[in-house]
């Protein structure tokens, strides 16, 4: 039996606002974001904390959006399916997201992942601009720019891990820190 | 050619394009899935226009938030206005940003640096 009392005390100690599992369709999203700026109005939290925290959702929520496309509709609802967590702790906003990513594509992206790590401040405002100029936009709409924003907003270092599921899927994870 | 507005909805901006005063506002903000499909009649009605522009052309860009996949929308917009300015008319970008946001003042200093068109940056108290 779901033990509703324990729930209860897990999202008090871990300061969660909203957590979702499940598939993230655009309509999901457009209510998630409606939710979580009318959090952040009722907790009068200063604009640019704000922004800066809505900004980032928007990044890595349709970041999850766009990878669906890469897993087949035969999958099964779990592989198919992605999660989002978002707490506040000591002044601090967390943003985990986790998905899961074909294998064969685990190594190009990590390796992009930890490319955009090495770069300072400037070097990653000079990155986004070079990018910005000359990508060519997938058919969906994204510019690949998504992560490379993230960690410019932040002004931190991509925390991310992959963890083997099975033998065609990894488990990618995402913790967002964004410090007042 | 006609004036156009778009309304805004939670994740689109308001677009109004008056290609007769040659004037055009996005305003508020620009965070859809898939910014290519809203941006293109944006970006052909630019190009149309571009055949015939009046002799100053005003740009108000006065965003809230607007994501990377619109980022990119933008600056194609903004290559349809550096083509006009190449023609021989004025075109001016207003980039507006609020007192406290940094990253929308920046955001605009990125486009100012790759677009060849006159920015001015104006604040919103």
């Known amino acids: ?180 | 050619m006609k004036t156009i507005s778009i309304e805004a909805t939670p994740k689109t901006p308001t677009i109004t394009f008056d290609s007769g005063k040659g004037f055009l506002e996005i305003k508020g903000r620009s965070i859809p899935e898939n910014a290519l499909e809203f941006y293109k009649p944006l970006v052909e009605w630019v190009e149309k226009y571009a055949d015939k522009p009046q002799t100053s052309t005003n740009v108000n860009i006065q965003l809230e938030y607007f994501n990377t996949s619109s980022s990119k929308c933008i600056l194609d917009v903004f290559k349809k206005l550096e083509a006009i300015k190449k023609g021989g008319s004025n075109v001016l970008i207003n980039w507006y940003y609020e007192e406290d946001d940094e990253d929308m003042l920046e955001a605009g200093e990125d486009y100012q640096a790759i677009v060849n068109v006159p920015f001015k940056m104006v604040q919103v108290v």
């Open chain 1, 1 to 180: 039996m779901i033990d509703i009392y324990d729930i209860n005390d897990k999202i008090e100690s871990n300061n969660i606002m909203l957590s979702f599992k499940g598939d993230i369709s655009s309509e999901l999203l457009t209510s998630v974001l409606q939710i979580m700026e009318s959090k952040l109005d009722n907790m009068k939290e200063e604009p640019k904390i704000k922004k800066k925290v809505y900004n980032v959702l928007v990044e890595c929520l349709q970041n999850l959006y766009h990878h669906m496309d890469e897993i087949a509709t035969e999958q099964n609802d779990v592989i198919r399916s992605a999660f989002f967590m978002i707490g506040k702790i000591d002044n601090q906003y967390n943003i985990v997201t986790g998905n899961y990513i074909k294998k064969q594509n685990v190594e190009v992206f990590k390796k992009r992942l930890e490319e955009i790590n090495l770069l300072s401040k400037e070097e990653l405002r000079e990155y986004y601009k070079a990018v910005l100029n000359n990508a060519e936009m997938s058919i969906k709409g994204g510019v690949g720019l998504g992560m490379v924003d993230i960690a410019r907003k932040t002004g931190e270092k991509l925390d991310f891990k992959f963890s083997s599921v099975d033998n065609f899927f990894s488990l990618f994870t995402l913790n967002i820190k964004i410090a007042q």
